[in-house]
């Protein structure tokens, strides 16, 4: 994992835990550190598969949301579904991220019964710009993957002509070598009866 994902999870975590005094308590500080578990693991190379991070980030946000009450945990919330929808690996961890945000998003609004003081509009709004951003990330990786792949064909087909190239010119100063020296030994053929000196001469040219 890139360093600004682990660290961004780490900042929401602490948003969570003391943007509102007022919701600050344990339970949100269990559920933000044990949300911070798969950001870790990804951050020292251990790869999750999505679902495994899916549920190691969603239930504790949702936890922070829903059983605290508390609003903040809706932004690991937002960056899991960033990360999430950056390596979906199939239509249901590209929709289920955001679909789940939402839920948590409408949730908390029924559990308070108001959607002005829980924010339930621009939480709803702020799951589908980490979509998006999620979708254009995966987007600009793999395009430079394909740019990658494309100019490492590049480089192999350059180095097949290049080889083409020079065998070429070793098969144009061979050939050239070869008759001229043919030429050599033609002419000390012919001339090694009468002029014995004229085609030891040639024989040695062709040497």
Excluded at 98 to 122: C, D, N, P, S
Aim: glycine letters at 8%.
């Amino acid at each position: 994992a890139s360093t600004p994902a682990p660290v961004s999870a780490t900042a929401a975590a602490l948003i969570a835990i003391f943007g509102d005094k007022q919701s600050f308590s344990w339970v949100t500080v269990a559920f933000a550190l044990a949300g911070l578990i798969p950001w870790a693991l990804e951050a020292g190379g251990v790869r999750v598969r999505p679902w495994l991070f899916f549920a190691m980030t969603m239930l504790p946000a949702a936890g922070i949301v829903l059983i605290d009450r508390n609003p903040g945990g809706m932004f690991p919330v937002m960056l899991a579904v960033v990360w999430l929808t950056r390596v979906a690996c199939g239509p249901a961890m590209t929709v289920v991220p955001v679909t789940t945000a939402v839920a948590i998003t409408v949730g908390l609004a029924l559990l308070e019964r108001t959607t002005h003081e829980t924010g339930t509009i621009y939480f709803a709004g702020g799951a589908g710009v980490a979509f998006l951003a999620g979708s254009m990330i995966r987007r600009q990786e793999h395009l430079v993957a394909e740019l990658q792949e494309a100019r490492a064909r590049e480089a192999v087909h350059a180095a097949a002509d290049e080889r083409t190239r020079i065998a070429r010119d070793i098969h144009d100063v061979v050939a050239h070598s070869l008759t001229v020296t043919m030429l050599h030994v033609t002419g000390a053929r012919r001339a090694i009866s009468h002029d014995p000196e004229r085609a030891a001469e040639a024989l040695e040219r062709a040497e």
